[in-house]
């Protein structure tokens, strides 16, 4: 697709996706709250621009990755939003984790103003964004979806239409449900071994290519077991995605005692200094 794209949240993963996007030739137009934190993709030939709705102005697609359904909100219907700058013909994609309810109210005004739009939450911490490998989970038009595939694919390697607006965040509130009882049993795991005298390292090489495999027991152990706790993914990015599917799960009236459980446990490090920590940092929950 021929395009010009601008990206707002230029954050762990957002850098990232943004560099690939440029390696495949696209123009990329860049807003992010602090300026500085962009200044190295600047140097690399990425446009600044003042806010939202000059990024919306200048480019045709816009794609957006900020921290919270609040961030969301602004950047979107803002005084210097995007839809105050966006025209008819434009795509708008969100890719924060978001609550379908905002997702669904994107795409209504996104069809009144003749505007494309895609809610598509990703899956796959930094080492997804810097491989190109994501998990994009896409809600919305078949059509928009379809028109934007090909950048879709520079971003991530399992791309699946999920649905009309709002089915992606749902996707997303799945994904990070199972990753939340997950990581407890990881961390569980790593305990026990440490415990019971074995070499956390052996152990790890036995089960992690068994049926007690995951993403999270291949990547993330690996980095508590060298005490690195550099976010991947925010421990605070974590808790709000967890508040949210709590939240759609009572809508549903639906109770989820894992994920309860998990959300607790978060908070309680998140209260001991760890909310800019990546979510491996679970682990000092037992310290």
């Known amino acids: ?22 390696k495949h030739g696209y123009r990329v137009l860049i807003h992010t ?9 600047i140097r690399e030939g990425t446009e600044w621009k003042v806010s939202p709705k000059e990024v919306a102005s200048d480019a045709n697609v816009i794609i957006t990755m900020v921290g919270y359904p609040h961030d969301v909100e602004h950047v979107y219907f803002g005084d210097d939003g995007i839809f105050n700058g966006a025209s008819k013909g434009k795509i708008v994609v969100d890719m924060t984790t978001s609550t379908p309810t905002l997702a669904k109210k994107i795409a209504q005004e996104a069809q009144r103003r003749g505007i ?13 964004a810097k ?22 694919e520079i971003l991530g390697n399992n791309i699946v239409y999920q649905g009309e607006a ?8 799945c994904n990070q449900i199972a990753i939340a009882s997950n990581m407890i049993g990881v961390m ?8 019971a005298g074995l070499d956390p390292e052996k152990m790890l090489q036995s089960i992690s290519t068994g049926a007690a495999g995951s993403w999270s027991m291949s990547n993330l152990l690996p980095r ?3 005490e690195d706790y550099s ?10 995605d967890m508040g949210i599917a709590l939240e759609e799960a009572d809508k549903m009236d639906l109770k989820l005692p894992g994920l309860e459980l998990a959300k607790q446990m978060y908070e309680a490090i998140a209260k001991k200094g760890e909310e800019e920590s990546g979510t491996q940092a679970l682990i000092k929950y037992w310290k």
Do not use: C, W
Request: proline letters at 3%; zero cysteines; charged letters at 25%.
């Open 231 to 240: 976010p991947g993914f925010f421990v605070k990015h974590f808790i709000k």
């Open 116 to 128: 494309g739009a895609l809610d598509a939450p990703v899956s796959g911490g930094d080492i997804g």
């Open 224 to 226: 508590v077991l060298k």
């Open 166 to 173: 709002g089915a992606g965040q749902h996707t997303k509130m």
């Open 188 to 195: 569980e795991a790593l305990i026990y071994a440490r415990k």
């Open 131 to 152: 491989n190109g490998t994501l998990s994009i989970m896409a809600g919305g038009s078949k059509e928009t979806f379809e028109q934007l595939k090909p950048i879709l």
């Open 1 to 22: 697709m021929d395009a010009v794209i601008g990206f707002i949240g230029i954050g762990v993963m957002g850098k990232s996706m943004v560099r690939n996007l440029q």
């Open 33 to 41: 709250r602090t300026k500085e934190k962009a200044e190295d993709l």
